[in-house]
C-alpha cells in the first residue's frame, strides 16, 4: 500500500540501506521524497544518491561507523535533513522531468541534427 509506505517513510528518523548489491536505491529516494535522511553503504550506486545534507556513507560493514552515523543523524534531528532530502528527490528524481529528458534526447536522436 503506497500511503502506508509514505507513513512508514515520514515517521521514520532514517532510511537504512545497507545493501552490497544495488542497481538503484530506490527505498533511498521514497525516503528523501518523505523527507527522511538515509544511510547507505559505499558499495554499488547507493553512494551517489547522497548528499552530506540528504544521509551518511558508511563502509560496507563496519558497525561501529554505522552506529556513530545512526548517532550524528540522531543528534541533528530529521529536521536538519528533511528540506534537503525533499529537495533533492524533486530536483533529481521527479518522474516528469526524467520523462521529458528521455522524450528530449529521443527526439533529438531521430532529427536531422543528429545524425
Known amino acids: 500500500n503506497q500511503l502506508e509506505l509514505t507513513e512508514y517513510y515520514s515517521i521514520a528518523d532514517i532510511v537504512l ?3 552490497y548489491q544495488e542497481t538503484f536505491g530506490l527505498t533511498t529516494i521514497e525516503g528523501f521524497a518523505c523527507g527522511t535522511p538515509s544511510i547507505v553503504y559505499n558499495k554499488t550506486a547507493s553512494p ?3 548528499s552530506k545534507e540528504t544521509g551518511m556513507i558508511v563502509e560496507a560493514g ?6 556513530s552515523a545512526i548517532q550524528e543523524i540522531i543528534a541533528n534531528g530529521k529536521d536538519f535533513y528533511s528540506r534537503a532530502c525533499r529537495k533533492r528527490a524533486e530536483d533529481l528524481y521527479n518522474k516528469d522531468d526524467r520523462f521529458r529528458e ?8 531521430l532529427s536531422d541534427k543528429c545524425c
Open 62 to 67: 563496519n558497525i561501529s561507523q554505522l552506529c
Open 17 to 19: 540501506n545497507l545493501s
Open 48 to 50: 551517489e544518491l547522497i
Open 102 to 109: 528521455y522524450l528530449d534526447l529521443y527526439q533529438h536522436l
